[in-house]
């Protein structure tokens, strides 16, 4: 069986983990609970390649207890049941450390079957998951686990962990690897923060070289071809989306072309078109409103084209537009005026429609005040004329305030001077 390189090249030591010094520091709590070895239960939350796994099995190695592991892509409850079958036996005189990996991907019944034993502490779980715990696991769980979470790496700790890579395959395979500090940077920079890929580029990198009088000199090309893509962290259901996303609309909103470019090219660099398009008109509208209206068919004709040529070319309407969003002027006085109406529906503030708004009908013999008494605002100066609008409970209910910009402040001066006369 072949094991990767990652695998095989997993720390002897808590200093051997690259990154997580938030974690790892001599001074942070997480090492001084590993180091003491009185391990509670404890839940590894981060994105993969991290270090969660490399981590929860060094703890499991330097524990007295028997070491079980599953991933919750995989186990069922007869698994669990297969664990817990062995607390009474030989093998579980010192309790288990039960290693889970993804957890996320196990159902409420599958984790309150593993629930008793957390409790009473036979069974110690160290359990992984990219995606937050918060959401995905269960709520007794958590409350009896400790979160630690885990951040991506960057590239100068990858680098680390690249070069050690080489030294361990040049010991491994008794010979002299020739590996540049250029291609260890393109491993570093090209896996996305993930040790565990920058790791297997290695390997695969010094088997795809040619070997000469017990040397492999490793090759920029050769690297090249085998990182040619970033390996952004994406995933459309997951946590890295929805941070990219938000950081995407917050750069514009805030008006950071540079920031809302670069969050647009790792949309659709990972080929999420509609993300792309869809938060870009939502800016449009709610951050420029009514500032600049003219924005908004002018976004929408953007992602008309995009969506019509499709990438890589969508790349360029969607920039004119992203970059226009940002240098706009901005309002959110649309935005804020809508939820204060939709706030009051949903709590029934509301009432009945004024008579003289609805739509004309047969007043009854017991109507005292019989006609509509609607007035047309076109029969008066200026196309207006005051009158009641809102229902009687909520008559003097004020949602729109002008917004201070140029645009909304001239709209705000002509009302003033035609509702003054």
């Known amino acids: 069986m072949n094991i990767p390189l990652a695998d095989r090249l997993r720390p002897q030591s808590l200093d051997d983990i690259v990154g997580q010094k938030h974690l790892l520091s001599s001074d942070r709590p997480l090492r001084k609970i590993i180091e003491s070895g009185e391990i509670p239960n404890l839940i590894f939350y981060g994105p993969s390649g991290v270090g969660k796994t490399t981590l929860a099995t060094y703890i499991a190695n330097?524990?007295?207890?028997?070491?079980?592991?599953?991933?919750?892509?995989?186990?069922?409850?007869?698994?669990?049941?297969?664990?817990?079958?062995?607390?009474?036996?030989?093998?579980?005189?010192?309790?288990?450390?039960?290693?889970?990996?993804?957890i996320q991907y196990f159902n409420k019944k599958q984790q309150q079957t593993l629930l008793e034993?957390?409790?009473?502490?036979?069974?110690?779980?160290?359990?992984?998951?990219?995606?937050?715990?918060?959401?995905?696991?269960?709520?007794?769980?958590?409350?009896?686990?400790t979160v630690f979470e885990f951040k991506s790496i960057s590239p100068d700790e990858v680098k680390k962990a690249v070069f050690r890579a080489v030294k361990y395959l040049e010991?491994?395979?008794?010979?002299k690897i020739d590996f540049s500090d250029e291609c260890a940077a393109k491993i570093a920079g090209g896996c996305g923060g993930d040790v565990r890929k920058a790791i297997n580029a290695v390997e695969l990198s010094v088997i795809a070289s040619e070997e000469k009088n017990g040397k492999?000199?490793?090759?920029?090309?050769?690297?090249?071809?085998?990182?040619?893509?970033?390996?952004?962290?994406?995933?459309?259901?997951?946590?890295?989306?929805?941070?990219?996303?938000?950081?995407?609309?917050?750069?514009m909103r805030g008006s950071d072309a540079n920031a809302a470019l670069h969050y647009l090219a790792r949309l659709l660099e990972a080929g999420d078109?509609?993300?792309?398009?869809?938060?870009?008109?939502?800016?449009?509208?709610?951050?420029?409103?009514?500032?600049?209206?003219?924005?908004?068919?002018?976004?929408?004709?953007?992602?008309d084209?995009?969506?019509?040529?499709?990438?890589?070319?969508?790349?360029?309407?969607?920039?004119?537009?992203?970059?226009?969003?940002?240098n706009a002027p901005k309002?959110?006085?649309?935005?804020?005026a809508i939820n204060s109406a939709m706030q009051d529906v949903k709590s029934g503030n509301t009432g009945p429609v004024p008579r003289q708004l609805q739509n004309m009908h047969y007043d009854g013999e017991d109507n005292q005040n019989k006609g509509q008494f609607y007035l047309y605002p076109h029969d008066y100066n200026n196309h207006y004329v005051c009158q009641q609008y809102l229902p009687d409970l909520i008559k003097d209910k004020k949602y729109y305030e002008?917004?201070?910009?140029?645009?909304?402040?001239?709209?705000?001066?002509?009302?003033d001077k035609i509702k003054n006369l």
């Open 331 to 336: 309002s959110n006085s649309a935005y804020m």
């Open 62 to 102: 330097k524990t007295n207890r028997t070491l079980k592991k599953l991933n919750g892509t995989t186990a069922s409850t007869s698994d669990i049941k297969e664990i817990v079958s062995q607390l009474n036996t030989f093998s579980g005189i010192n309790g288990i450390l039960l290693y889970l990996d993804e």
């Open 117 to 145: 034993y957390i409790e009473n502490g036979s069974i110690t779980l160290i359990a992984s998951t990219t995606e937050n715990p918060y959401f995905y696991v269960y709520n007794a769980i958590l409350s009896r686990s």
């Open 171 to 175: 010991n491994e395979k008794a010979i």
């Open 273 to 303: 078109l509609p993300s792309a398009c869809r938060r870009l008109m939502v800016c449009a509208c709610e951050d420029v409103g009514l500032a600049y209206p003219q924005i908004i068919p002018i976004v929408k004709a953007s992602v």
């Open 402 to 415: 002008y917004g201070d910009n140029k645009n909304e402040q001239v709209f705000k001066a002509y009302w």
């Open 305 to 326: 084209i995009a969506q019509a040529v499709g990438l890589p070319e969508a790349r360029i309407p969607l920039a004119d537009a992203v970059i226009m969003v940002c």
């Open 216 to 251: 492999k000199t490793v090759k920029i090309e050769t690297v090249e071809q085998l990182v040619q893509k970033s390996a952004l962290r994406y995933d459309k259901d997951g946590d890295e989306h929805y941070d990219i996303v938000s950081a995407y609309q917050k750069s």
